[in-house]
Protein backbone atom coordinates (compact mmCIF):
# COMPACT_ATOMS: atom_id res chain seq x y z
CA UNK A 1 0.00 0.00 0.00
CA UNK A 2 1.29 3.36 -0.70
CA UNK A 3 2.38 5.81 1.78
CA UNK A 4 -0.44 8.76 1.62
CA UNK A 5 -0.16 11.32 -0.87
CA UNK A 6 1.27 14.34 0.55
CA UNK A 7 -1.23 16.94 1.54
CA UNK A 8 -2.27 20.08 -0.73
CA UNK A 9 0.43 22.86 -0.34
CA UNK A 10 2.68 20.35 0.86
CA UNK A 11 5.94 19.60 -0.37
CA UNK A 12 6.62 15.79 -1.88
CA UNK A 13 9.16 14.30 0.13
CA UNK A 14 12.03 13.01 -2.06
CA UNK A 15 15.17 10.61 -1.52
CA UNK A 16 18.28 9.80 -4.03
CA UNK A 17 19.57 6.55 -4.13
CA UNK A 18 22.99 6.35 -6.07
CA UNK A 19 24.74 9.93 -6.05
CA UNK A 20 26.50 9.53 -8.69
CA UNK A 21 27.22 11.75 -12.02
CA UNK A 22 23.38 11.10 -13.27
CA UNK A 23 22.02 12.22 -9.73
CA UNK A 24 24.47 15.23 -9.13
CA UNK A 25 24.40 17.11 -12.54
CA UNK A 26 20.35 16.05 -13.87
CA UNK A 27 18.10 14.88 -11.18
CA UNK A 28 18.99 17.11 -8.16
CA UNK A 29 18.87 20.44 -10.76
CA UNK A 30 15.56 19.08 -11.79
CA UNK A 31 14.43 18.60 -8.22
CA UNK A 32 15.62 21.97 -6.99
CA UNK A 33 14.67 23.71 -10.08
CA UNK A 34 10.46 22.69 -8.86
CA UNK A 35 10.81 24.86 -6.07
CA UNK A 36 8.83 23.85 -3.01
CA UNK A 37 6.83 21.74 -4.87
CA UNK A 38 9.50 18.86 -3.64
CA UNK A 39 12.29 18.57 -0.83
CA UNK A 40 15.54 16.20 -1.09
CA UNK A 41 15.09 14.67 2.21
CA UNK A 42 17.81 11.98 2.65
CA UNK A 43 20.42 10.47 -0.16
CA UNK A 44 21.89 6.88 -0.46
CA UNK A 45 24.97 5.93 -1.87
CA UNK A 46 27.64 2.68 -0.96
CA UNK A 47 30.34 5.65 -1.47
CA UNK A 48 30.40 7.55 1.95
CA UNK A 49 32.92 10.05 0.25
CA UNK A 50 30.94 10.73 -2.77
CA UNK A 51 27.75 10.70 -0.70
CA UNK A 52 28.62 13.42 1.97
CA UNK A 53 30.53 15.08 -0.99
CA UNK A 54 27.12 15.92 -2.95
CA UNK A 55 24.83 16.03 0.50
CA UNK A 56 26.74 19.13 0.64
CA UNK A 57 27.01 20.30 -2.23
CA UNK A 58 22.88 20.54 -2.38
CA UNK A 59 22.50 20.77 1.43
CA UNK A 60 20.83 17.25 2.23
CA UNK A 61 20.44 16.75 5.63
CA UNK A 62 20.24 12.84 6.07
CA UNK A 63 22.34 10.42 4.52
CA UNK A 64 22.67 6.44 4.76
CA UNK A 65 24.41 3.75 3.61
CA UNK A 66 21.90 1.70 3.75
CA UNK A 67 18.32 1.84 1.51
CA UNK A 68 16.30 -0.35 4.00
CA UNK A 69 17.27 2.37 6.71
CA UNK A 70 16.75 5.21 4.96
CA UNK A 71 13.33 3.73 3.96
CA UNK A 72 12.48 2.90 7.27
CA UNK A 73 13.27 6.40 8.84
CA UNK A 74 12.82 8.96 6.41
CA UNK A 75 9.40 6.75 4.74
CA UNK A 76 10.01 9.31 1.71
CA UNK A 77 6.94 9.85 -0.80
CA UNK A 78 9.38 8.89 -3.60
CA UNK A 79 12.53 7.64 -4.31
CA UNK A 80 14.83 8.08 -7.46
CA UNK A 81 16.89 5.28 -8.39
CA UNK A 82 20.29 6.48 -10.28
CA UNK A 83 22.35 3.29 -8.75
CA UNK A 84 24.08 0.78 -11.24
CA UNK A 85 21.64 -1.09 -13.36
CA UNK A 86 22.37 -4.40 -11.70
CA UNK A 87 20.89 -3.59 -8.12
CA UNK A 88 17.84 -1.60 -9.32
CA UNK A 89 15.10 -4.64 -9.19
CA UNK A 90 16.34 -5.33 -5.59
CA UNK A 91 16.02 -1.59 -5.18
CA UNK A 92 12.63 -0.65 -6.76
CA UNK A 93 11.05 -3.64 -5.23
CA UNK A 94 12.21 -2.67 -1.24
CA UNK A 95 11.61 1.25 -2.36
CA UNK A 96 7.48 0.44 -3.45
CA UNK A 97 7.28 -2.39 -0.57
CA UNK A 98 7.99 0.44 1.78
CA UNK A 99 4.94 2.36 0.35
CA UNK A 100 7.23 5.40 -1.75
CA UNK A 101 6.91 5.39 -5.50
CA UNK A 102 10.10 4.92 -7.44
CA UNK A 103 11.83 6.94 -10.49
CA UNK A 104 14.49 4.69 -12.24
CA UNK A 105 16.99 5.70 -13.96
CA UNK A 106 17.99 3.93 -17.29
CA UNK A 107 18.45 0.99 -18.29
CA UNK A 108 15.38 -0.07 -15.62
CA UNK A 109 16.54 -3.44 -15.04
CA UNK A 110 18.80 -6.35 -16.63
CA UNK A 111 15.68 -8.28 -18.00
CA UNK A 112 12.61 -8.96 -18.50
CA UNK A 113 11.53 -10.98 -15.71
CA UNK A 114 13.12 -8.44 -13.14
CA UNK A 115 10.97 -6.00 -15.24
CA UNK A 116 7.63 -8.17 -14.30
CA UNK A 117 8.84 -8.49 -10.58
CA UNK A 118 9.02 -4.58 -10.62
CA UNK A 119 4.95 -4.65 -11.86
CA UNK A 120 4.31 -7.07 -9.20
CA UNK A 121 5.39 -5.29 -6.36
CA UNK A 122 2.98 -1.92 -7.38
CA UNK A 123 -0.26 -1.82 -6.06
CA UNK A 124 -3.25 -0.31 -7.64
CA UNK A 125 -3.55 3.47 -6.87
CA UNK A 126 0.48 3.49 -6.44
CA UNK A 127 2.77 2.82 -5.35
CA UNK A 128 4.32 2.35 -9.24
CA UNK A 129 7.98 2.64 -10.18
CA UNK A 130 8.53 4.56 -13.13
CA UNK A 131 11.43 4.40 -15.82
CA UNK A 132 12.97 7.39 -17.04
CA UNK A 133 12.27 8.11 -19.83
CA UNK A 134 12.73 11.60 -20.26
CA UNK A 135 12.06 12.53 -24.22
CA UNK A 136 8.62 11.49 -24.44
CA UNK A 137 7.83 14.49 -22.26
CA UNK A 138 8.91 17.07 -24.47
CA UNK A 139 6.25 19.66 -26.24
CA UNK A 140 7.62 18.49 -29.38
CA UNK A 141 7.40 14.74 -28.71
CA UNK A 142 3.86 15.74 -27.71
CA UNK A 143 2.83 17.49 -30.36
CA UNK A 144 3.98 14.94 -33.33
CA UNK A 145 2.13 12.07 -31.28
CA UNK A 146 -0.61 13.81 -31.49
CA UNK A 147 -0.54 14.65 -35.53
CA UNK A 148 0.19 11.22 -35.65
CA UNK A 149 -2.76 9.83 -33.86
CA UNK A 150 -5.09 11.88 -35.51
CA UNK A 151 -4.11 10.59 -38.70
CA UNK A 152 -2.63 14.73 -39.91
CA UNK A 153 -0.20 13.69 -41.37
CA UNK A 154 -1.37 10.47 -43.31
CA UNK A 155 -0.08 7.22 -42.79
CA UNK A 156 2.97 6.20 -41.38
CA UNK A 157 5.28 4.24 -43.97
CA UNK A 158 8.87 4.08 -43.84
CA UNK A 159 10.79 5.02 -40.56
CA UNK A 160 14.52 5.33 -38.59
CA UNK A 161 15.66 5.47 -35.42
CA UNK A 162 19.31 6.19 -35.04
CA UNK A 163 21.70 6.55 -31.23
CA UNK A 164 25.19 6.91 -32.90
CA UNK A 165 27.41 8.08 -30.13
CA UNK A 166 30.93 7.63 -29.00
CA UNK A 167 32.46 6.25 -26.19
CA UNK A 168 35.95 5.69 -25.42
CA UNK A 169 37.55 2.93 -23.56
CA UNK A 170 37.62 5.22 -20.52
CA UNK A 171 33.93 5.08 -20.47
CA UNK A 172 33.83 1.03 -20.46
CA UNK A 173 36.74 1.07 -17.85
CA UNK A 174 33.95 1.90 -14.93
CA UNK A 175 33.70 -2.06 -14.06
CA UNK A 176 29.95 -2.53 -14.65
CA UNK A 177 29.78 -0.69 -18.01
CA UNK A 178 30.54 -3.38 -20.95
CA UNK A 179 29.13 -6.66 -19.38
CA UNK A 180 26.31 -8.50 -19.61
CA UNK A 181 25.76 -9.03 -15.99
CA UNK A 182 25.85 -6.08 -15.13
CA UNK A 183 24.74 -3.26 -18.01
CA UNK A 184 22.39 -5.97 -19.33
CA UNK A 185 23.48 -5.22 -22.67
CA UNK A 186 25.36 -3.21 -25.46
CA UNK A 187 24.38 0.44 -27.15
CA UNK A 188 20.91 -0.36 -27.63
CA UNK A 189 20.25 -0.66 -23.95
CA UNK A 190 22.29 2.05 -22.10
CA UNK A 191 22.39 4.84 -24.82
CA UNK A 192 19.88 4.20 -27.27
CA UNK A 193 17.04 3.04 -24.87
CA UNK A 194 15.71 6.61 -24.68
CA UNK A 195 15.72 6.92 -28.42
CA UNK A 196 14.01 3.91 -28.86
CA UNK A 197 11.39 4.74 -26.13
CA UNK A 198 9.82 7.71 -28.33
CA UNK A 199 10.54 5.97 -31.66
CA UNK A 200 7.92 2.93 -30.09
CA UNK A 201 6.02 5.76 -28.14
CA UNK A 202 5.25 7.61 -31.56
CA UNK A 203 4.89 4.71 -33.97
CA UNK A 204 2.90 2.06 -31.83
CA UNK A 205 3.43 -1.45 -31.37
CA UNK A 206 5.85 -3.75 -33.28
CA UNK A 207 5.06 -7.21 -34.69
CA UNK A 208 8.71 -8.38 -36.04
CA UNK A 209 12.47 -7.37 -35.28
CA UNK A 210 15.38 -8.96 -37.43
CA UNK A 211 18.80 -7.99 -35.81
CA UNK A 212 22.63 -8.08 -36.10
CA UNK A 213 25.12 -6.95 -33.09
CA UNK A 214 28.94 -6.81 -33.30
CA UNK A 215 32.11 -5.98 -31.21
CA UNK A 216 34.08 -4.13 -33.80
CA UNK A 217 36.36 -1.62 -31.95
CA UNK A 218 35.18 -1.33 -27.95
CA UNK A 219 36.95 -3.63 -25.15
CA UNK A 220 33.86 -4.92 -23.64
CA UNK A 221 31.76 -8.20 -23.13
CA UNK A 222 28.52 -6.82 -24.76
CA UNK A 223 28.33 -5.48 -27.95
CA UNK A 224 28.89 -1.65 -29.16
CA UNK A 225 26.76 -1.30 -32.72
CA UNK A 226 23.41 -3.12 -32.75
CA UNK A 227 21.46 -3.24 -36.24
CA UNK A 228 17.79 -3.86 -36.86
CA UNK A 229 14.66 -4.38 -39.45
CA UNK A 230 11.13 -4.01 -38.15
CA UNK A 231 7.74 -4.30 -39.01
CA UNK A 232 5.25 -2.41 -37.34
CA UNK A 233 1.64 -3.69 -36.57
CA UNK A 234 0.54 -0.91 -38.95
CA UNK A 235 2.47 -2.13 -41.82
CA UNK A 236 5.33 0.91 -41.29
CA UNK A 237 9.11 -0.49 -41.76
CA UNK A 238 11.90 0.60 -39.97
CA UNK A 239 15.52 0.28 -39.47
CA UNK A 240 16.73 1.13 -36.17
CA UNK A 241 20.87 2.02 -35.49
CA UNK A 242 22.96 1.85 -31.90
CA UNK A 243 26.55 2.61 -31.68
CA UNK A 244 28.99 3.68 -29.01
CA UNK A 245 31.97 4.20 -31.82
CA UNK A 246 30.63 6.93 -34.24
CA UNK A 247 33.05 10.16 -34.03
CA UNK A 248 30.01 12.38 -35.25
CA UNK A 249 27.23 11.74 -32.41
CA UNK A 250 23.52 11.79 -33.39
CA UNK A 251 19.93 10.96 -31.99
CA UNK A 252 17.67 10.90 -35.04
CA UNK A 253 14.14 9.98 -36.11
CA UNK A 254 12.87 9.88 -39.02
CA UNK A 255 8.98 9.28 -39.90
CA UNK A 256 8.46 9.01 -43.62
CA UNK A 257 4.51 9.19 -43.45
CA UNK A 258 1.89 9.61 -46.52
CA UNK A 259 1.72 13.76 -46.03
CA UNK A 260 5.06 14.20 -44.39
CA UNK A 261 8.46 13.69 -43.69
CA UNK A 262 8.13 14.11 -39.76
CA UNK A 263 12.11 14.38 -38.21
CA UNK A 264 13.81 14.63 -34.82
CA UNK A 265 17.52 15.69 -34.88
CA UNK A 266 19.41 16.20 -31.92
CA UNK A 267 21.80 14.53 -29.31
CA UNK A 268 20.94 14.27 -25.72
CA UNK A 269 17.98 16.65 -25.72
CA UNK A 270 15.76 18.30 -27.83
CA UNK A 271 13.57 21.87 -28.48
CA UNK A 272 10.56 22.70 -30.61
CA UNK A 273 13.21 23.69 -33.27
CA UNK A 274 14.74 20.23 -33.30
CA UNK A 275 11.88 18.61 -35.00
CA UNK A 276 11.32 19.88 -38.89
CA UNK A 277 8.13 18.40 -40.95
CA UNK A 278 8.32 18.25 -44.55
CA UNK A 279 5.55 17.74 -46.87
CA UNK A 280 4.98 15.39 -49.66
CA UNK A 281 4.38 17.63 -52.67
CA UNK A 282 1.23 18.84 -53.78
CA UNK A 283 0.41 18.94 -49.69
CA UNK A 284 -2.11 21.58 -48.97
CA UNK A 285 -0.76 24.79 -47.56
CA UNK A 286 -3.56 24.81 -44.91
CA UNK A 287 -2.81 21.58 -44.19
CA UNK A 288 0.81 22.25 -43.60
CA UNK A 289 -0.16 24.83 -41.46
CA UNK A 290 -2.24 22.61 -38.86
CA UNK A 291 0.97 20.62 -38.21
CA UNK A 292 2.86 23.90 -36.93
CA UNK A 293 2.49 24.09 -32.93
CA UNK A 294 0.55 26.53 -31.17
CA UNK A 295 2.79 28.26 -29.32
CA UNK A 296 6.62 27.48 -28.25
CA UNK A 297 6.94 24.64 -25.72
CA UNK A 298 9.42 22.65 -23.75
CA UNK A 299 12.27 20.55 -24.16
CA UNK A 300 12.81 17.06 -23.51
CA UNK A 301 14.10 16.90 -19.85
CA UNK A 302 13.92 15.00 -16.33
CA UNK A 303 12.39 18.32 -15.22
CA UNK A 304 9.62 18.23 -17.68
CA UNK A 305 8.79 14.27 -16.90
CA UNK A 306 9.74 14.98 -13.04
CA UNK A 307 6.62 17.56 -13.14
CA UNK A 308 4.20 14.75 -14.83
CA UNK A 309 5.20 12.32 -11.89
CA UNK A 310 4.55 14.66 -9.47
CA UNK A 311 1.08 15.14 -10.71
CA UNK A 312 0.64 11.55 -10.50
CA UNK A 313 1.69 11.16 -7.41
CA UNK A 314 -0.37 13.51 -5.79
CA UNK A 315 -3.15 12.09 -7.65
CA UNK A 316 -2.52 8.13 -7.70
CA UNK A 317 -2.31 8.28 -11.10
CA UNK A 318 -0.20 5.42 -12.81
CA UNK A 319 2.81 7.20 -14.28
CA UNK A 320 2.52 6.78 -18.04
CA UNK A 321 6.44 5.15 -18.22
CA UNK A 322 5.63 2.50 -16.15
CA UNK A 323 3.65 -1.05 -16.45
CA UNK A 324 3.09 -1.64 -19.84
CA UNK A 325 4.21 1.08 -21.58
CA UNK A 326 7.57 1.61 -19.33
CA UNK A 327 8.34 -2.37 -20.41
CA UNK A 328 8.13 -1.76 -24.30
CA UNK A 329 11.42 -0.48 -24.96
CA UNK A 330 13.27 -2.94 -23.20
CA UNK A 331 10.88 -5.66 -24.84
CA UNK A 332 11.95 -4.55 -27.82
CA UNK A 333 15.85 -4.24 -27.46
CA UNK A 334 15.43 -8.39 -25.58
CA UNK A 335 14.27 -8.99 -28.97
CA UNK A 336 17.04 -7.01 -30.90
CA UNK A 337 19.55 -9.12 -29.30
CA UNK A 338 17.68 -12.53 -29.49
CA UNK A 339 17.70 -12.07 -33.68
CA UNK A 340 21.03 -11.21 -33.28
CA UNK A 341 22.18 -13.80 -30.90
CA UNK A 342 20.23 -16.62 -32.69
CA UNK A 343 19.88 -15.88 -36.04
CA UNK A 344 15.95 -15.51 -36.05
CA UNK A 345 13.19 -12.95 -36.36
CA UNK A 346 11.74 -12.45 -33.16
CA UNK A 347 8.09 -11.55 -32.92
CA UNK A 348 7.03 -9.36 -30.63
CA UNK A 349 5.20 -11.17 -27.33
CA UNK A 350 6.98 -14.22 -27.78
CA UNK A 351 9.80 -13.64 -24.84
CA UNK A 352 8.05 -14.88 -21.62
CA UNK A 353 8.89 -17.57 -19.01
CA UNK A 354 11.13 -20.66 -19.56
CA UNK A 355 12.46 -18.79 -22.81
CA UNK A 356 16.30 -18.05 -22.01
CA UNK A 357 16.01 -14.42 -23.19
CA UNK A 358 13.44 -13.22 -20.76
CA UNK A 359 15.79 -14.16 -17.67
CA UNK A 360 18.78 -12.12 -19.32
CA UNK A 361 19.00 -10.16 -22.66
CA UNK A 362 21.55 -12.05 -24.15
CA UNK A 363 20.04 -15.46 -23.08
CA UNK A 364 23.29 -16.92 -22.01
CA UNK A 365 25.09 -16.37 -25.12
CA UNK A 366 27.65 -14.72 -26.15
CA UNK A 367 29.21 -12.67 -29.31
CA UNK A 368 31.86 -14.75 -31.57
Known amino acids: MSNP ?17 IADNVHLPALRSLGPAVRVEAAMDVDAGRLAAVAARWDIAATYEDLDLL ?44 YDDLAAAESDGGPYAAIV ?18 GLLGRPLVAHCQTTWFRDDAYYAVPWRGRWETEGAGPAMGLGIHQIDLFLHLLGPWSHVTAFAGRLARDVRTDDVTTAAVR ?30 VELDHLYGYGDDDWTYTPAPGTPPEQVEAWLPAVPGEPSSHRSQLAALLADLRSGRRPSTSGGSGRDALEFITA ?20 PFYSAVNGGMELP
Not at 5 to 21: D, F, I, M, N, S
Not at 90 to 98: D, G, W
Not at 345 to 355: C, H, K, M, N, Y
Open 5 to 21: PPVAGAPVRVALVGTGA
Open 71 to 114: LKEVRPDLAIICSPPAVHREQVVAVLESGAWAWCEKPPVLSLAE
Open 133 to 150: FQHRFGSGARHARRLLDE
Open 232 to 261: FQSGALATVVNSSVSPRQVSYLRIDCEAAT
Open 336 to 355: MYKSALTGRTVTRGSIGPGD
